[in-house]
T-cell receptor
Framework: AQSVAQPEDQVNVAEGNPLTVKCTYS??????LFWYVQYPNRGLQFLLK??????LVKGSYGFEAEFNKSQTSFHLKKPSALVSDSALYFC???????????FGKGTTLSVSS | KAGVTQTPRYLIKTRGQQVTLSCSPI?????VSWYQQTPGQGLQFLFE???????NKGNFPGRFSGRQFSNSRSEMNVSTLELGDSALYLC?????????????FGPGTRLLVL
């Protein structure tokens, strides 16, 4: 069965520093991987996805993610964090049997000024 | 383009009642999926509709049902509400039911069951 793990409940980083939010996955076959962000009392906003091709995927708001097949990871990164990046981040994998998204438990990113 | 819209945004019901939530997808999108978000269980897939047909269903009891109309708008219904149904219900739309398509989410309907 497909699954996604986000090993950190919370990540704290100072503004201007690089940030990484970790995600590992387990799928049979080729993975379709997604990152979403959720601000308080809001829905999920799409950041980026990996379908195939380059292992480094660039997305919205300066975020990027690195797909590593051997480590089954898809970590979200940003070179310089902003206070406004503080939010809840979800990694997801597309269910191989259909089109449902299987989400990790989420990681709260806190960026301090 | 307007994003995914969901109505109502907030809802308070009592145990045993039923509720209907509505979702209007992004114009041109034909696939609509529903998810439940709770602090304990996180984000869980409910069901997906494409061209008025349910294509996929998550592990939820039969009290949870849905439908899609010819204009791609979708509704989900929960009958005989339980306290544990209190959650944020999120609707997402995508162009098609292909696995590589991005799902775009609405703001959600927050349901409180008393």
């Amino acid at each position: 069965a497909q699954s996604v793990a986000q090993p950190e409940d919370q990540v704290n980083v100072a503004e201007g520093n690089p940030l990484t939010v970790k995600c590992t996955y387990s799928v049979s076959g080729n993975p379709y991987l997604f990152w979403y962000v959720q601000y308080p009392n809001r829905g999920l906003q799409f950041l980026l996805k990996y379908i195939t091709g380059d292992n480094l995927v660039k997305g919205s708001y300066g975020f990027e993610a690195e797909f590593n097949k051997s480590q089954t990871s898809f970590h979200l990164k940003k070179p310089s964090a902003l206070v406004s990046d503080s939010a809840l981040y979800f990694c997801a994998v597309r269910d191989q049997a259909g089109t449902a998204l299987i989400f990790g438990k989420g990681t709260t990113l806190s960026v301090s000024s | 383009k307007a994003g995914v819209t969901q109505t109502p945004r907030y809802l308070i019901k009592t145990r045993g009642q039923q509720v209907t939530l509505s979702c209007s997808p992004i114009s041109g999108h034909r696939s609509v999926s529903w998810y439940q978000q709770t602090p304990g269980q996180g984000l869980q897939f409910l069901f997906e509709y494409f061209s008025e047909t349910q294509r996929n269903k998550g592990n939820f009891p039969g009290r949870f049902s849905g439908r899609q109309f010819s204009n791609s708008r979708s509704e989900m219904n929960v009958s005989t509400l339980e306290l544990g149904d209190s959650a944020l219900y999120l609707c997402a739309s995508s162009l098609s039911d292909r696995q590589q398509e991005t799902q775009y989410f609405g703001p959600g309907t927050r349901l409180l069951v008393l």
